[in-house]
Nanobody
Framework: QVQLVESGGGLVQAGGSLRLSCAASAHTRSSDYAMGWFRQAPGKEREFVAQMGWSGNKKTYADSVKGRFTISKDNAKSTAYLQMNDLKPEDTAVYYC????????????????WGQGTQVTVAS
């Protein structure tokens, strides 16, 4: 069972930056899994944000965040990150870390492993 714990959310002004972290459980190696991020804003459906394949390739972003968000992972720490720059009020949502695998290039639309979520609020 893969367990994921997010951190790094908070309140930020528009134009600011945040970095979300996603720590995988001790017996899980992030190097073996495709990792990604989804988000859900109040009253809206959950949506895909970004993902990367198990080997670090296949980075994919939603059009709404392309050029502003960057996904990465540190396999030595079994931790994935989402660097979010130039944040906008419409980025306000609960952000969920996800994983799929092992040895997947994509997390897919319904990844099997989810974190508990971290709130990101962007004030205008």
């Amino acid at each position: 069972q893969v367990q994921l714990v997010e951190s790094g959310g908070g309140l930020v002004q528009a134009g600011g930056s945040l970095r979300l972290s996603c720590a995988a459980s001790a017996h899980t190696r992030s190097s073996d899994y495709a990792m990604g991020w989804f988000r859900q804003a109040p009253g809206k459906e959950r949506e895909f944000v970004a993902q990367m394949g198990w080997s670090g390739n296949k980075k994919t972003y939603a059009d709404s965040v392309k050029g502003r968000f960057t996904i990465s992972k540190d396999n030595a720490k079994s931790t994935a990150y989402l660097q979010m720059n130039d944040l906008k009020p419409e980025d306000t949502a609960v952000y969920y870390c996800v994983a799929d695998g092992p040895y997947n290039d994509y997390v897919g639309s319904r990844p099997p492993y989810w974190g508990q979520g971290t709130q990101v609020t962007v004030a205008s």
